[in-house]
């Protein structure tokens, strides 16, 4: 099942949140809508112009997809700007389709404009959070009965400050990250009852949080286009690798020339090398500038993917050292807009760009490309944890 959420940063999107019984569970979304075209197999009309939908499955691991947007006989969901996808493990909720998401049934939210949504995991039925602007003031709303009544649980103290990222973590399910269009990062360690601000400022605007696979207290942020932080106190702290990889040179160069002020030349001569060499490293390993997407691996801890304007990106060590992965050469002229990684099996990775969908089975030495004759570029790609034959698609309309 899964959750999806619309445009973020237009006032003309209109509010629609649904889920219902699929094959696999239960799905949410937002956007606005207009009437569907037949399905398409692979995503394209039998005329070859663009097919209209804004949300897309495939069944058969990226080989054809087709549309899962259907409202009723004559509605759809269209020209909404999906950005994100989670998954709620049960299958029922606010409201249900019994035709594996043909058909879905609108319900309403108090704001004008949804930035964030997830499934609380410890009443996935009843309770779910959703960040939104009221006026011009960034709040965190909560339901507690599948999203009939809504209330307020946190506001953000200035105007213009929205809240643009929401995570619960994986395990420990009281706890729940939330970050802002300014940099804040805010923390409720009790099911979102309170928060509380975490760690240093951050530059730029909050896009995504994410969890290591195993270290309980890892926790990576990506401040959109920019760069990755990375915490591993739960947020107390968010480094910069870079800066902290500069502190390592200039303690080694330190260390070089107190050696040197007490006559050890060899010593001196060893930490001025080992300074080189990894200053040299730095520079080749670096953090990609201007990342938009991040992934962690679901298996292996300190494994993290970022997709940049132009390129695709591994760390294994949390985030400290890339190395860039060999896509096909034509997907480097589109941003790379969602990532993700095979929940069953980390060799597996598929990424959007432009209007493409890309899958590797062996860890990103080879691609296999499937096209979208789509009205919009993709926006996201999102495995079914319980099922990873299914895959979904959400587009969005790229000014």
Request: aromatic letters at 10%; a negative charge.
């Amino acid at each position: 099942s899964a959750i999806l959420k619309g445009k973020l940063y237009t006032n003309m999107v209109q509010r629609l949140l649904l889920s219902g019984v699929l094959v696999m569970g239960t799905f949410i979304l937002s956007g606005c809508t207009i009437p569907l075209p037949a399905s398409l197999s692979p995503a394209t009309t039998t005329s070859g112009a663009p097919a209209k939908g804004s949300l897309w499955r495939t069944s058969d691991g990226g080989q054809t997809f087709e549309v899962k947007s259907t409202i009723d006989e004559t509605t759809t969901i269209i020209k909404a700007d999906i950005l994100s996808i989670a998954y709620h493990p049960i299958d029922n909720g606010i409201f249900k389709t019994e035709d594996a998401g043909e058909q879905w049934t609108p319900i309403s939210f108090p704001p004008k404009k949804i930035y964030s949504f997830i499934l609380d995991r410890n009443d996935p039925d009843n309770r779910m959070f959703a960040s939104g602007v009221v006026g011009e003031w960034g709040k965190i709303f909560r339901t507690d009965d599948g999203g009939t009544e809504w209330k307020e649980v946190y506001t953000e103290p200035g105007v213009q400050a929205n809240v643009t990222a929401l995570s619960q973590h994986p395990t420990d399910i009281n706890v729940i990250f939330a970050g802002t269009s300014t940099g804040t990062v805010v923390k409720s360690t009790d099911a979102g009852e309170t928060w509380k601000n975490v760690g240093n400022k951050i530059e730029g605007t909050v896009s995504d949080i994410l969890f290591d696979a195993s270290e309980k207290f890892t926790t990576y942020l990506l401040t959109f286009g920019q760069k990755l932080y990375y915490s591993r106190d739960g947020g107390v702290v968010w480094l910069d690798w870079e800066e902290e990889k500069q502190k390592e040179i200039a303690d080694l160069q330190k260390r070089g020339g107190e050696a040197s002020t007490r006559g050890n030349a060899k010593e001196s001569e060893r930490l001025q090398k080992e300074s080189m060499k990894l200053s040299e490293r730095n520079q080749a390993n670096k953090m990609p500038t201007g990342i938009i997407s991040i992934a962690s691996d679901p298996t292996r801890s300190g494994v993290i993917y970022a997709g940049t304007s132009n390129g695709f990106f591994k760390s294994t060590d949390f985030g400290k050292y890339w190395t860039e992965i060999n896509i096909i050469e034509s997907a480097k002229k589109f941003p790379i807009r969602s990532i993700a990684v095979n929940p069953k099996n980390s060799e597996e990775i598929v990424f959007v760009s432009g209007k493409a969908f890309y899958k590797s089975i062996d860890s990103g030495q080879t691609w296999f490309v499937t096209g979208l004759t789509v009205d919009r570029g993709a926006s996201f790609v999102s495995y079914d944890p319980f099922d990873s034959e299914y895959l979904f698609v959400g587009l969005r309309n790229f000014k």
